[in-house]
């Protein structure tokens, strides 16, 4: 007797198990990102009580919400945008493998 209610509660079923390696990723991600941060706190704190006489640098820029990686991403998205957009325009190799590099690109660091 499956009403509509049974057909809905299957789709977001389907539709959560289709995105669940999705949030794994994302979360996989955060889990690194929070271990990253307690380090860098954790090595700071025992700078700051003397503990470690020559620190070793940190990158700021490795965590998630880094505004230098965000705005990275962006500039990188509207230039693969633009390339898309002329590419009847010039139609050239060189630009067309520089396109597919930077599509790569933004795929591996997103």
Do not use: Y
């Not at 503990?51 to 990686?69: Q, W, Y």
């Not at 965000?70 to 630009?95: Q, Y």
Request: aromatic share 4%; net charge positive; charged share 35%.
């Amino acid at each position: 007797m499956g009403g509509a209610g049974d057909r809905e509660m299957d789709g977001e079923k389907i539709l959560a198990e289709g995105n669940r390696d999705h949030w794994i990723r994302i979360i996989e991600r955060s889990i690194r990102d929070l271990h990253d941060r307690v380090n860098m706190q954790h090595s700071v704190l025992l700078t700051i009580l003397g503990k470690i006489k020559n620190p070793t640098s940190f990158e700021p820029c490795s965590m998630a919400d880094c505004p230098h990686k965000k705005l990275f991403h962006r500039v990188l998205l509207e230039t693969i945008e633009v390339l898309e957009e002329t590419k009847r325009s010039f139609k050239s190799k060189r630009l067309e493998e520089l396109r597919k590099r930077l599509t790569d690109l933004l795929k591996e660091t997103a």
